[in-house]
């Protein structure tokens, strides 16, 4: 998958994990040309840009995705 990184992706979040702080991001329509497929992407809570480090399932979000770990793109910049 190509993602440009300066371009916001919106999305919703799917699950999180309040305890381990991180979750995951269904994105909305075909971002990065994924042939329709939606993408899900990891986050951690510190990649919410208001500090809060809270996210709640089937709340709205736009994000950058970035090469994250173990060759995966993951969520960051997440704002409401």
């Known amino acids: 998958m190509t993602v440009p990184l300066r371009t916001r992706i919106e999305g919703v979040v799917v699950e999180y994990d ?4 991180f979750g995951e991001i269904h994105a909305a ?11 899900r992407f990891w986050f951690h809570c510190t990649q919410i840009a208001d500090g809060s480090r ?8 736009s994000f950058r995705a ?9 969520a960051a910049d997440i704002t409401s």
């Open 18 to 21: 309040d305890h381990a702080g």
């Open 29 to 39: 329509g075909d971002p990065a040309g994924s042939g329709g497929r939606a993408e």
């Open 54 to 61: 809270q996210a709640m399932p089937g709340q709205r979000v």
């Open 66 to 74: 970035v090469p994250g770990h173990h060759g995966r793109w993951e």
